[in-house]
């Protein structure tokens, strides 16, 4: 089995920073794609960024130049750097590493921009 479990979400200022990290733990046996998905009040869960084993990258477009993702693969865990929040960046954000075709999913961490 496979744990994901997120942390650094709070409440921040419209034009603030945060930093979510996401450790994945278990039964990892290969470097893996891992990304941060967000779901905001009444909306869908949608795709925020991603990353592969090798470290390629792809977001939004909703959040380019804004979010960056990266990866400590000696530790299993992949970051999220979110600046110049938004109050439509608030949602709840979730982590999930694909392995063998499987997605994890972390129990998400709340996001509240305050205009």
């Known amino acids: 089995q496979v744990q994901v479990a997120e942390s650094g979400g709070g409440l921040v200022q419209a034009g603030g920073s945060l930093r979510l990290s996401c450790a994945a733990s278990g039964s990892i046996y290969s470097i893996n794609p891992m990304g941060w998905y967000r779901q905001g009040p009444g909306k869908q869960r949608e795709l925020v960024a991603r990353i592969t084993g090798g470290g390629r990258t792809s977001y939004a477009d909703s959040v380019k130049g804004r979010f960056t993702i990266s990866r400590d693969n000696a530790k299993n865990t992949v970051y999220l750097q979110m600046n110049s929040l938004k109050p439509e960046d608030t949602a709840v954000y979730y982590c999930?590493?694909?392995?063998?075709?499987?997605?994890?999913w972390g129990k998400g961490t709340l996001i509240t921009v305050s205009s």
């Open positions: 999930t590493i694909t392995q063998a075709g499987k997605d994890y």
